[in-house]
């Protein structure tokens, strides 16, 4: 029998390629520090020059000013100790955000977001265009929106343990404090949304959206519209949240369901374990379902919740259920 080494058969070939492979130097992660002292003092510069796969660290302070661009398709961005507070004061990133998310697998940690703004009403503290976004223990404040997600079906974007608040009184567009588009799912849990104006406190277009174990209370002061928007139906599971809704409320409905019709080939709502608050007077709706704008009516599966003030909770005269 011929040897397959003799005979130049695949052994030397592997051998070859993996005494290349070990040539070869590997591609290491580095961690990136950005301060007031460090060789980077800005964040933008760490956005420019991180390789996909790096860390970037963020020491305490206040950075004005110091939006950014990231376009890496893997990345860690983390705030050390104390919250650094990324302050916009009147710019921002491609007329977007402080900080534009282009397409790629992000994890942020111990951030906070204040003061965007724009011409066009809609200046983000995270514009999300693509990919998978994780965001922990992070805080947008006084945004016109805290973050916009784009309308790509595919993206995921998931939230915990993060602060939404303080909408500013702006007129010629609504502030959300989190607007999330036509993506393919969204998870927020054990966080905060108050002090809204005029628009929402969540609003969700995705195709799938998991609300679970949150305080959404507008606050004495605040002044939102819906505290939940779900306009275009998909698979929703609002479980263990408390939902409340001020006097000044934009709108006698807490959580409203499917208002602007059908894009979603599956319609389902789940309403369970909630504790209901509306202070609105002379009452209005716990939950509004929308089901004649859709093909066939949503499922729906609603019970275990608690519900304070004057409102309609059950869907009845809307879905025929």
């Known amino acids: 029998m011929r040897s397959a080494i003799g005979a130049g058969g695949t052994a030397p070939k592997l051998a070859l390629a993996l005494l290349m492979a070990l040539a070869l130097p590997l591609a290491q992660a580095d961690t990136l520090r950005v301060g007031p002292h460090e060789a980077l003092s800005r964040i933008a510069d760490a956005a420019r020059l991180a390789k996909d796969g790096d860390t970037v660290e963020i020491l305490p302070g206040e950075y004005r000013a110091d939006v950014a661009v990231w376009l890496q398709k893997r990345l860690t961005l ?15 990133a491609e007329g977007k955000a402080i900080w534009v998310i282009r397409n790629g697998e992000f994890h942020l940690e111990n951030l906070e977001f204040r003061g965007s703004r724009v011409p066009a009403g809609n200046g983000a503290g995270i514009r999300f265009e693509g990919g998978r976004l994780t965001v922990r223990h992070c805080a947008f404040i006084d945004n016109q929106m805290g973050i916009l997600t784009s309308n790509d079906g595919v993206s995921e974007l998931v939230i915990e343990h993060s602060r939404f608040a303080d909408a500013p009184q702006q007129m ?17 849990r054990h966080s905060r949304f108050e002090h809204g104006y005029r628009g929402h406190l969540i609003k969700s277009r995705a195709r799938q959206s998991s609300i679970r174990d949150n305080v959404i209370v507008d606050g004495p002061q605040g002044e939102a519209s819906y505290e939940i928007d779900l306009p275009n139906g998909g698979i929703a599971m609002i479980t263990g949240n408390t939902i409340g809704q001020s006097a000044k409320t934009q709108n006698p409905v807490l959580i409203s369901y499917g208002a602007e019709g059908n894009v979603w080939p599956d319609n389902r709502l789940s309403l369970r374990n909630n504790v209901l608050i509306s202070d609105y007077l002379p009452g209005g709706w716990f939950l509004r379902i929308h089901g004649d704008k859709f093909p ?26």
């Open 296 to 321: 066939t009516p949503p499922r729906l599966d609603i019970g275990d919740n608690e519900t304070h003030g004057i409102g309609i909770l059950t869907p009845t005269e809307e879905t025929g259920r």
């Open 78 to 92: 983390r705030g050390i100790g104390q919250r650094p507070v990324l302050i916009a004061d009147g710019m921002s």
């Open 172 to 188: 010629h567009a609504l502030p959300h404090l989190l607007y999330v588009g036509r993506i393919a799912r969204v998870e927020i």
